[in-house]
């Protein structure tokens, strides 16, 4: 699964100048989940992760290099949960490392990416306390309010962080799980929005090709991220109706 890996690599060149703080996952240091939605007032909130119409950029990525997913860690690049004072611009970028799901059987594929989207279901199931996510999955953004009581509480990325990667190890595909927060002021959210946009396309595109979409080049609206993305072309082709014409 290499359809998401130059998106990965690009990840990197627009986080901002600062090195990140690393943590490794300790599920002993996960902050409190709730189970279930919790409604933060304005009124009780310290801040706004997005807020006032500031970048806010959410998307999924998933490989089977452990070059670029090498073990269970939290990256952090900007000012802490506890150290913003404001509203401020936020990504949150996850990177699951999963098997070897390519296979050329058809049935077996169509499998594996049911199983992609359902690992990518698991952030919808996530609750810190105090940490309320307000998530577009049409546009990448995920907005995020804090609530005071959770700052003087001592709430950071790396307990956040832990609790998104215990609820991901419970998937059984899940090998390992790269957890990215961005606040950095110089950090490209533009450019990571359209990292975003990418991810969302890919995804997209791989859930039409699995429904069966035509494989004559000339009548299809595939062919730009076809042309685009390393792969895509092969499984289009290798999942599709046996074709006529390629890309």
Not at 26 to 50: H, I, K, Q
Request: proline letters at 4%; aromatic letters at 8%; hydrophobic letters at 35%.
């Amino acid at each position: 699964m290499e359809l998401f890996n130059p998106i990965i690599r690009a990840v990197e060149e627009h986080v901002g100048s600062s090195a990140p703080r690393r943590y490794e996952y300790a599920a002993s240091r996960a902050w409190e989940d709730t189970g279930e939605f919790e409604l933060v007032m304005l009124r009780d909130a310290a801040y706004e992760l997005g807020g006032d119409n500031m970048p806010a950029v959410n998307f999924t990525c998933v490989t089977t290099s452990s070059e670029l997913v090498g073990k269970d860690e939290i990256l952090v690049y900007g000012p802490d949960l506890d150290q913003l004072k404001a509203s401020s611009p936020y990504a949150r970028i996850t990177l699951l490392r999963v098997g070897d799901i390519e296979s050329d059987d058809v049935e077996d594929t169509e499998q594996a990416f049911r199983a992609i989207q359902d690992m990518d279901f698991v952030k919808y199931h996530v609750f810190p306390k105090g940490y309320m996510i307000r998530t577009s999955s049409e546009s990448n953004r995920e907005q995020v309010r804090i609530s005071r009581q959770a700052v003087r509480q001592g709430i950071t990325f790396e307990k956040v962080g832990n609790d998104f990667i215990r609820q991901y190890k419970t998937n059984p595909n899940i090998l390992a799980v790269k957890m990215i927060f961005i606040t950095a002021p110089d950090a490209d959210y533009a450019e990571l929005v359209k990292q975003g946009k990418n991810v969302h396309d890919i995804t997209m595109s791989l859930s039409k090709i699995l429904e069966g979409m035509p494989t004559d080049c000339g009548s299809c609206n595939l062919k730009a991220i076809c042309d685009e993305v390393e792969g895509m072309k092969e499984l289009h082709f290798g999942v599709g109706s046996k074709g006529t014409d390629h890309h």
